[in-house]
């Protein structure tokens, strides 16, 4: 007599477009773009609109990738925290077999087609990026150090240099200043969000800086992290790759985020505040990362 499957068994519901949509990670690509779109704007070429869109476009693809490739790979721990409870595989609404195909999928053709719209470089960069946040951060890193957000910052750090590469066909100093500044922010961007979320870390058994090292530690390490970052922001225009406008809104926007991290680096007490502080920090990098590149791009096409 055949077995009956009891009732509670997990099976995976149909997956619609929501949840590819949601393995990319759209709100991640949304920043990921419009640094990419900016560095393509900063470059001293003027590119094809078509072109361009399509570069865009393909930098977008790639990081989707990138965020359905980790998703496959980390549907484990995502099901033990409250922030990714909720993603498609641990769900239940996605299989983890889709899942690779579709990032395997995606991935491949985004280096292809900017290949084909633009040049070799440009796809070599897109592929090294995917690569390097599946492989060397999502696989090697995430799990074992809590270093994993300062090395794997690299891979959030290419777009801006694929969009200029994508444009210009070569790499040069600013393309490497704006990776720079991407590759500092990414430490206290992330660290500011695993202080409020330490818990959920610690659960999922991912050795972030806070679990590890404690949050005394966490709030330094932000704040010395904050320095050169802001140094670098202001590069370009000490180097005269940029001018007035991006000056203004990195400074300004550089000393906030200066003024919100020593506020979480050197405070006394977190009892009561629901780590509002830290949020802030959060919340404001957020936005600094858009401010300094959009002001980038302005002022460059100004310039022009």
């Known amino acids: 007599m055949a077995s009956v499957a009891p009732a509670t068994a997990t099976v995976p519901l149909p997956a619609d477009w929501r949840d ?141 240099v694929i969009g200029w590469v994508a444009a210009t066909g070569q790499v040069s100093l600013l393309p490497i200043l704006l990776f720079s500044l991407i590759f500092l922010w990414t430490p206290p961007h992330f660290w500011a969000l695993a202080l409020f979320m330490e818990a959920d870390y610690a659960k999922a058994g991912v050795p972030m800086l806070p679990v590890v090292a404690g949050e005394k530690n966490t709030r330094i390490q932000i704040f010395l992290y904050t320095l050169p970052m802001v140094a670098v922001a202001l590069l370009p225009v000490a180097l005269h790759l940029a001018g007035l406008i991006y000056g203004l809104a990195a400074g300004l926007a550089s000393l906030v985020f200066t ?28 936005l600094y990362l858009f401010g300094v590149f959009a002001a980038l791009a302005v002022d460059r096409l100004v310039l022009a």
């Open 20 to 160: 590819f949509l949601a393995l990319t990670k759209p709100r991640v690509i949304f920043l990921v773009v419009f640094t990419g779109l900016c560095g393509l704007l900063a470059a001293p070429v003027a590119m094809n609109p078509v072109l361009g869109f399509t570069a865009v476009l393909c930098i977008a693809m790639g990081a989707g990738a990138a965020g359905a490739l980790n998703q496959w790979y980390e549907s484990d721990i995502d099901a033990l925290m409250k922030r990714t409870a909720s993603r498609p595989i641990p769900a239940g609404r996605m299989d983890r077999q889709s899942a690779l195909h579709f990032g395997v999928g995606l991935g491949a053709f985004s280096v292809l087609l900017i290949y084909l719209a633009t040049n070799m470089l440009a796809a070599i960069i897109l592929a090294v990026s995917i690569l390097f946040y599946v492989l060397v951060y999502t696989v090697w890193l995430k799990r074992r150090t809590p270093q994993n957000i300062v090395i794997g910052g690299a891979a959030g750090a290419f777009p801006p």
């Open 259 to 286: 003024i919100l991290a020593t506020r979480v680096a050197f405070r006394q007490s977190v009892a009561g505040d629901g780590m509002k502080p830290e949020k802030q920090l959060f919340g404001f990098s957020i």
